[in-house]
């Protein structure tokens, strides 16, 4: 088909769904991807073992936010079949409901069900990379990577005709009417079109978090311990969470920041790693050796970060049949769960737009316009809570004391979230809408009945029980004598 041939640089979450919305738009559609294809001993029970080495933070923990659930169930209703069928599963926001309260309450006539996926993300890309396999949705390379583009033009708009590819046996060029990079945050493209003349503008922020995350897979027999609230505990230094996944599979995940004196570095060694979730009560039930067993080592991720980037300079395109998906466009700290929701229905945006404007230049502005319309005000929002987290972090950790202002609205998150949330599940749906991308992060804040109801949870009359488990924890002075022993 004239005009429609697109190639994707690289076959992982947001190349893979790219690929499903540009064959349905009636694109020619091939996939670059550099890691070699599972073999077939890697099946959705072993997905840990796929070697994923250009995109290692696969083996890390994944929250499959409710928006993404419901799009892949409106856009791919086949592909979520073949998720359930490999053990991935839903679970609802009622089956988040403190035990005491779930028996009576009833959702508002009409809500909108709020469920997530709950899998491993080497899952949920095996399955999506054997459906997009099985269909001949693209031509997939794989063991192959784009070395290059072919660029024509030496001042913007410089413009993309297709890339250069070394398969190991050697190079060759591959013509494209689209390129389309989704090769993840370590891009080097961005820096190749601005050495061709584009001038390709990053919006930065680094976020200071790391990851801590170990594999566990449940023992014969047991069931994941109940839950109840959001999957994790939030405290100023620290954020704890056991995240159950696919075919008994689940992944403990400890969040500090790098500028940490005591926590960072430390609370990656093994021992302290699992001291301190035998001791925080959230988490203590899920590594109970009765329960569960490890599976993998402590493994640590540090690169989180925020990305804006935009092809646009004073409003005009600087590169024409290029298009930067997924991570490579926009992305947020990752403890925000955002990326394979931004990436999956970012690249059904781009494929849309693709499909109905012809005009290179227009297909830039709409596109990114359409991005900024659908995820901007969400990326300001967690922008915004990502620093009110560090300042949480800063005071801590003794670092610095807060402002008034900050301690203020620093009790107020620890009450609407270890408390309120808990103990009101009229609030914890109104929260969880936002938490799982279904809503605006700061919707609740604009609901005056939210508050309402926040101000009531403060009130004497509910049983501590009932959320005292998030108000548990090892305190620093506790976490330093474990770390010097
Ligand atoms: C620690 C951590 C936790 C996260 N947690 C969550 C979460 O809870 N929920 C969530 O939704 N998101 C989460 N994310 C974000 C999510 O993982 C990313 O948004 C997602 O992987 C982006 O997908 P992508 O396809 O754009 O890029 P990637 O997954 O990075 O894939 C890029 C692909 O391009 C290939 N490639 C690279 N260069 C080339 C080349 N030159 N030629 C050919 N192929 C190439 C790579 O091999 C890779 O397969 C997390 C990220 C991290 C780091």
Redesign the pocket.
């Known amino acids: 088909m004239n005009g429609r041939k697109v190639v994707i ?8 769904t790219g690929a499903l919305a540009l064959k349905a738009q009636g694109f020619d559609v091939t996939i ?4 070699r294809s599972p073999g077939d001993s890697v099946q959705p029970a072993t997905s840990n073992t796929w070697t ?4 290692l ?2 083996l ?6 409710a928006r ?1 659930r419901n799009k892949l169930h409106e856009w791919y209703p086949e592909l979520v079949e073949d998720l359930l069928d490999a053990g991935a599963w839903e679970q609802s926001f009622e089956d988040t409901i403190h035990p005491d309260l779930a028996p009576g309450y009833h959702a508002p006539p009409g809500a909108e069900p709020i469920s997530v996926l709950m899998s491993r ?1 080497t899952t949920l890309e095996l399955v999506m990379r054997r459906h997009v396999e099985r269909r001949g949705v693209a031509t997939f390379l794989a063991g ?4 290059s583009l072919l660029i024509e033009g030496d001042e913007a708009p410089i413009a993309a005709r297709g890339v250069r ?1 070394d398969d190991g046996e050697g190079e060759r060029d591959l013509s494209a009417d689209v390129v389309i990079d ?7 493209f961005a820096n190749a079109l601005r050495t061709a003349g584009a001038v390709i503008t990053d919006e930065y922020h680094a976020s200071n978090t790391v ?1 801590y ?1 170990r594999h566990y897979r449940l023992k014969p027999g047991k069931t994941f311990p109940s839950t109840y609230g959001l999957p994790g505990v939030m405290f100023g230094d620290m954020v704890f969470a056991a995240l159950p996944a696919d075919n008994g599979a689940m992944i403990v995940t400890l969040a500090v920041f790098k500028d940490d004196p005591l926590l960072y570095e430390a609370a990656g060694r093994l021992e302290v790693f699992e001291e301190i979730a035998r001791r925080t009560p959230r988490v203590a039930a899920w590594v109970d050796p009765s329960v569960s067993e490890p599976t993998s080592a402590v493994m640590s ?1 540090a ?2 970060d925020f990305l804006w980037r935009t092809t646009l300079a004073d409003g005009a395109p600087q590169v024409l049949g290029f298009f930067f ?4 466009t926009l ?1 947020s700290n ?1 403890k925000y ?7 999956t229905i970012g690249s059904h945006i781009l494929a849309e737009t693709l499909a109905s404007v012809s005009d290179p230049a227009k297909r830039a502005l709409r596109y990114e316009a359409a991005l900024r319309e659908t995820f901007r005000r969400e990326w300001e929002d967690l922008l915004a809570v990502d620093r009110r987290d560090y300042a949480r972090f800063e005071a801590a950790a003794g670092i610095r004391p807060m402002s008034f202002g900050e301690a203020l609205q620093s009790r107020l998150q620890d009450h609407v979230l270890r408390r309120a949330m808990v103990i009101d599940p009229h609030v914890q749906r109104k929260i969880m809408k936002g938490f799982f991308g279904l809503e605006d992060a700061s919707a609740w804040t604009k609901d005056p009945v939210t508050w309402l109801r926040i101000a009531a949870a403060a009130l004497p009359i509910h049983g501590k029980d009932m959320f005292k488990e998030f108000t548990m924890r090892p305190s620093r002075q506790e976490m330093q004598t474990l770390i010097e022993r």
């Open positions: 640089i690289g076959g992982s979450i947001t190349g893979l670059v991807e550099r890691d994923r080495r250009g995109a933070h696969a890390q923990p994944h929250v499959l936010t993404l993300r192959t990577r784009v070395t590819i989704a090769s993840g945050r370590t891009t080097k990851y995350a991720w690169n989180m998906a997924g991570d490579t992305r990752p769960g955002r990326g394979c929701t931004c990436g």
